[in-house]
T-cell receptor
Framework: AQSVAQPEDQVNVAEGNPLTVKCTYS??????LFWYVQYPNRGLQFLLK??????LVKGSYGFEAEFNKSQTSFHLKKPSALVSDSALYFC???????????FGKGTMLLVSP | DAGVTQSPTHLIKTRGQQVTLRCSPK?????VSWYQQALGQGPQFIFQ???????QRGNFPDRFSGHQFPNYSSELNVNALLLGDSALYLC????????????FGQGTRLTVV
């Protein structure tokens, strides 16, 4: 069975500083990895994905993620945080067959002015 | 493109009642998945529909059932509602066989009293 772990319930960062939201995964085959963001009382918004290719993936709003196969990690990063980045972030893994996603429990990102 | 649309946005039901939630997928998508997101948790997979059939199912009781129509839209039905069914229900659409990401609707907030 596939699984995702987000070890931090909350990440606090000052505006302008770099941010990292951690994610590790477990899957039997080649992983399809995703990051989604959720604003209050809203659905999930796609940020970026890793399917194959370069280990550094660039996505929306200046976010990027680094795939590390040996550490089974897919950490989300941004060089300079904005207050508007404050939201709930979910890492998800998909099996190679059907498009069923398994999500982590989420990490709340709080960016202070 | 309207993206994934769900209705209604909010719903209040009484224990024991039945509820139907609706979802229209993003244009061009043929697969619909439903997720339950309890407060403070990540989304949990309920089931997935493709070609009007349930293709995969998560760990949810038979009280949860669904349907997909020829136009790819979908319904989620929950019978004999329990207080624990209170959650945000998310619909996601995708294109089968592709490596593309799933797109989510804004969700239906179900409250069971």
């Amino acid at each position: 069975a596939q699984s995702v772990a987000q070890p931090e319930d909350q990440v606090n960062v000052a505006e302008g500083n770099p941010l990292t939201v951690k994610c590790t995964y477990s899957v039997s085959g080649n992983p399809y990895l995703f990051w989604y963001v959720q604003y209050p009382n809203r659905g999930l918004q796609f940020l970026l994905k890793y399917i194959t290719g370069d280990n550094l993936v660039k996505g929306s709003y200046g976010f990027e993620a680094e795939f590390n196969k040996s550490q089974t990690s897919f950490h989300l990063k941004k060089p300079s945080a904005l207050v508007s980045d404050s939201a709930l972030y979910f890492c998800a893994v998909r099996d190679g067959g059907y498009s069923t996603l398994t999500f982590g429990k989420g990490t709340m990102l709080l960016v202070s002015p | 493109d309207a993206g994934v649309t769900q209705s209604p946005t909010h719903l209040i039901k009484t224990r024991g009642q039945q509820v139907t939630l609706r979802c229209s997928p993003k244009s061009g998508h043929d697969t619909v998945s439903w997720y339950q997101q309890a407060l403070g948790q990540g989304p949990q997979f309920i089931f997935q529909y493709y070609e009007e059939e349930e293709r995969q199912r998560g760990n949810f009781p038979d009280r949860f059932s669904g349907h997909q129509f020829p136009n790819y839209s979908s319904e989620l039905n929950v019978n004999a509602l329990l207080l624990g069914d209170s959650a945000l229900y998310l619909c996601a659409s995708s294109l089968s066989g592709s490596g593309t990401e799933a797109f989510f609707g804004q969700g239906t907030r179900l409250t069971v009293v």
